[in-house]
């Protein structure tokens, strides 16, 4: 599972950079997954030690030392450093550094952008090494990968308990997906992906994910199903996770722990009228749990229960404790009610976007699918099968925007459709050409050039590299005849550095200034 990257959720290896980098390492044991999270970090890219190392992974490139000594101290990482102990023990045994010097070089690798002492070190390592027999070529790049540790690289031991981490939430997912789920949505937020992408992927896992209901909703998340306290890995069937209260965007934990109260007192609700009268909610709460369509036990469709809830006014103090026997008269629904034409699923698809930030029902990139053929956009799955080099155009919803500082500019991208995620690369000078595009739109359309980074196996690294870049997010308006509020439709982690300027930059009017993203910066 974590060597096809399938990893969403998973503890430091959920990122793009990581997904990117775990087909290529693969990892098989678990200081495979030390090394996994050591190098992806500023420090090893900068100093240049993460190509070396995957080329000898991968057999391209004889593992080779220059003597014994440095074999017993880069003889885990296939000769090359990537943590911080290496880089002391290094100047130890190549360079004669006594302890005290190599500690002070340690501190010296997180300082020396601000003090500038480093330099001082790197004429006493190169000098010393060459001194010692080393060659000074080998000695100067051993220099350079050790002066990349100041921009962030790992200790051993703490890339070891990130590792730790990785493998027990990785062991969860795959055994236990549907308690993994459940934990996920209950820790929110956190992690790069919001609840609609956790939800995708466990759903992918073959678990079964119910909506809110008045009737069976806890505040959390919840597993339902027969509860067996020794269940096996494999053997037992998955529990259906269930949504809590807490999904529904506005709907306050005081107001929930009224309605739940309620239900446990006087058992599940028989209507609207019979929910509003025992709990007592706020007309607004009403309102929101109708919105999220959390009344399907009810055998009631969000239309209606919009409407009935309007009628349902809250009982005040005075009829609070009134015998629940002993109901008041019901007003029968009228033809009105009887006569609400369904909605259409885009409609319903929006409105759960509008209420849960997520939908059980549909994607909402299968629903315009038949416009992004008529683009000549394909389906994310479609990727698989492009050849390196291929020219085409993916279009999704947008969910992570990163650019990373030491990636010298380039952003990188996730769209999301129904079949699967596309990763886009966008250099530079495409970025500024489409600046207000990549930085706000909602649904975003790529024609580029397909580039493949085979890993050995069934599952190569692919990415699109970014030609020209629209903003299709108009298409949202579609999915019902008004127009959806789509907050929260992509990602918390949207990382994009950008000026105050480019979100004013992209609105046209506005009433649709709600329909852009928050970012944030992320290095």
């Known amino acids: 599972m974590i060597g096809r990257a399938d990893t969403i959720g998973v503890f430091q290896i959920e990122s793009r950079a990581q997904m990117s980098m775990l087909p290529r390492l693969r990892p098989r044991c678990f200081y495979d997954l030390v090394i996994e999270v050591a ?4 420090g090893p890219i900068q100093g ?45 045994v190549a360079a004669g ?19 500038g002492i480093i ?9 010393g090494m060459v001194g010692n027999g080393y060659t000074r070529d080998f000695a100067e790049r051993c220099f350079r990968q050790i002066e990349g540790f100041g921009e962030y690289g790992f200790p051993e031991s703490h890339a070891a308990s990130f590792a730790l981490l ?57 597993l339902e199903g027969e509860i067996d306290p020794k269940r096996e890995i494999k053997k037992s069937k998955l529990y259906d996770v269930r949504l809590g209260f807490a999904s529904i965007k506005g709907f306050s934990a005081a107001e929930a722990a009224k309605l739940i109260a309620a239900r446990d007192r006087g058992g599940p609700f028989q209507d609207i009228e019979d929910l509003a009268r025992r709990s007592s909610l706020l007309q607004a709460s009403l309102d929101k749990l109708a919105s999220a369509d959390a009344f399907g036990s009810l055998d009631l469709k969000r239309r209606p229960a919009l409407w009935r809830a309007k009628a349902a006014a809250p009982i005040g103090p005075l009829f609070a404790n009134m015998d ?46 038949a416009q992004c053929a008529a683009r000549k956009a394909l389906p994310a799955k479609d990727l698989g099968q492009a050849r390196d080099g291929a020219r085409l155009c993916v279009a999704g919803l947008v969910l992570v925007r990163q650019r990373p500082g030491s990636a010298n500019g380039v952003i990188f991208a996730t769209l999301e459709d129904e079949t699967g995620i596309a990763n886009i690369i966008i250099w530079p000078p495409i970025f500024e050409h489409f600046r207000p595009t990549v930085l706000g739109a909602k649904i975003m359309a790529v024609r580029g050039r397909v580039q493949r980074q085979p890993d050995g196996g069934r599952h190569d690294v692919i990415h699109v590299i970014a030609e020209q870049i629209d903003d299709w997010s108009a298409l949202i308006h579609e999915l019902e005849a008004v127009s959806a509020d789509f907050d929260n439709i992509i990602a918390p982690a949207d990382e994009v550095k950008r000026d105050s300027c480019d ?21």
């Not at 997912?173 to 790069?192: E, R």
């Not at 699923?345 to 549909?362: F, I, N, Q």
Request: proline share 8%; glycine share 4%.
């Open 97 to 115: 550094f006594s302890p005290a010097e190599a500690d002070r070089l340690r501190r010296a690798m997180a300082t020396f952008r601000k003090t």
């Open 39 to 42: 190098i992806v970090r500023p």
């Open 119 to 127: 330099h001082q070190f790197g004429l006493r390592l190169i000098d």
């Open 166 to 222: 990785v493998y027990a939430s990785a062991w969860i997912k795959h055994h236990y997906p549907d308690v993994f789920l459940a934990a996920l949505l209950n820790s929110q937020p956190m992690g790069f992906y919001a609840p609609a992408q956790l939800v995708r992927c466990a759903r992918a896992h073959g678990v079964n994910v119910r909506p809110p209901d008045v009737n069976s909703s806890a505040w959390d998340a919840q």
């Open 324 to 369: 629940a026997d002993e109901p008041p008269k019901q007003i029968a629904a009228d033809d009105g009610i009887r006569l609400l034409p369904a909605m259409e699923l885009g409609e319903e698809v929006a409105w759960d976007y509008r209420t849960l930030r997520l939908s059980l029902k549909a994607h909402p990139m299968a629903l315009l699918r």
């Open 48 to 92: 240049d030690m993460v190509h070396p190392y995957l080329r000898r992974r991968q057999g391209i490139e004889p593992v080779t030392f220059p003597s014994k000594a440095l074999e017993d101290v880069l003889g885990k990482t296939l000769g090359v450093p990537l943590f911080q102990e290496q880089a002391m023990r290094i100047a130890i």
């Open 503 to 523: 979100r004013r930059a992209t609105i046209k009017n506005p009433s649709e200034a709600s329909l852009l993203p928050s970012s944030r910066d992320f290095h």
